[in-house]
């Protein structure tokens, strides 16, 4: 089943195209590699998914609705949520409270029903916590969730991130260099909990990253972008061998 199409997407600031004619699609449980050199337009085509910027031209449906243009909070509250290159917690509140913060979107007892706390602010309010306690545990931060973010190693500092995404409850996640600044352990630590997100909460994912192990290992298929535009997509072995993305990305052959 797709969730997420995109058609001849193309974004223009002035002069400089930073997309053009993007074409792509996601269908649940996917994993999806996207990847290219610095200044690509990986995360410009993750900007417009999640609302960030509004395209030029061309279409993004998710789950057959036109959502180009709506603003981040409805795309989120559709299904699709996300993670970003610099980590962006929330550093003076606990672990607990920045996976709770996900769960915003989906409070239904209303203004009222958090001043006069309501019963049905209690149940949804403990309802939050408890699967928040489960999305730590689940993400085995679950022993530093009274302790301040900012506290948290580099590599739980991701974990985090990604579960506070999760709190949203989407069907499409993405995930903005997740690796980045891991080192090997870590980063093979991250590639078994991607797996797990994906199969676990039958999400797809989109996946943006450098570390080539990381991507091909991972990866169902996998589509490079350079300037902008789209020189090859394909499982990760026809990536690897494909001619445009060896001289473009991986490095010109012997």
Known sequence: MTLLEISNLSLQFGGLKAL??????????QLFGLIGPNGAGKTTAFNIVTGVYEPTAGSVSFDGRSIAGL?????????????????????????????LVGFNQSITHG?????????????????HDNEAMQLLETLHLLDRAEDPAASLPYGQQRRLEIARALATRPRILLL???????????????????????????????????????????????????????????????VQANPKVIE???GEPE
């Not at 053009?20 to 449980?29: E, I």
């Not at 606990?94 to 996976?99: C, I, Q, T």
């Open 176 to 238: 903005d260099e997740p690796a980045a600044g891991m080192n090997p352990p870590e980063k093979a630590d991250l590639m078994d909990l991607i797996r797990f997100i994906r199969d676990q909460f039958k999400v797809g994912i989109w996946l943006i990253e450098h570390d080539m192990k990381l991507v091909m290992t991972i990866c169902d298929r996998i589509t490079v972008l350079d300037h902008g535009e789209t020189i090859a997509t394909g499982t990760p072995a026809e």
């Open 248 to 250: 473009a990305y991986l």
């Open 71 to 99: 603003p981040p909070f409805r795309i989120n509250r559709l299904g699709i949520a996300r993670t970003f290159q610099n980590i962006r917690l929330f550093s003076g509140l606990s672990v607990l409270e920045n996976v």
């Open 111 to 127: 203004f009222m029903g958090t001043v006069l706390r309501t019963p049905h602010h209690q149940r949804e309010d403990n309802q």
């Open 20 to 29: 053009s004619n993007f074409n792509f699609t996601l269908d649940q449980g």
